[in-house]
Nanobody, 121 residues
Framework: VQLQASGGGVVQAGGSLRLSCAAS????????IGWFRRHPGKEREFVAA????????VYADSVKGRFTISRDDAQNTAYLQMNSLKPEDTGVYYC???????????????WGQGTLVTVSS
């Protein structure tokens, strides 16, 4: 199973980025997908997750109203649309796959390698 996160980059505060998480070697539509991030020098934290059947999604309070998680099962890809970015959104973003939607990283079975997002003020 492989998850490939991409789409990171450098953006000014207030800007937007869209991250992608492409999966292979897994029945993608049977897995919930989550995004986590790690700020420099801090623990990895939950950002957003979407259920395997697109029935529900959940967000960290810090990104509600600014980030949107979605998925395209035909493309085996999940997305994280990030708008109104702030410097505190800077970090390495990881996508993970799990059976049931979860906010705790230990519940995830598979992880991508991470993509760096840098938001300048």
């Amino acid at each position: 199973v492989q998850l490939q996160a991409s789409g990171g980059g450098v953006v000014q505060a207030g800007g937007s980025l869209r991250l992608s998480c492409a999966a292979s070697g897994v029945t993608f539509n049977r897995y919930s997908i989550g995004w986590f991030r790690r700020h420099p020098g801090k623990e990895r934290e939950f950002v957003a997750a979407i259920a395997w059947n697109e029935g529900s999604s959940v967000y960290a309070d810090s990104v509600k109203g600014r980030f949107t998680i979605s998925r395209d099962d035909a493309q085996n890809t999940a997305y994280l649309q990030m708008n109104s970015l702030k410097p505190e959104d800077t970090g390495v973003y990881y996508c993970g796959a799990t059976i049931s939607v979860a906010t705790w990283e230990n519940e995830y079975d598979y992880w991508g390698q991470g993509t760096l997002v840098t938001v300048s003020s």
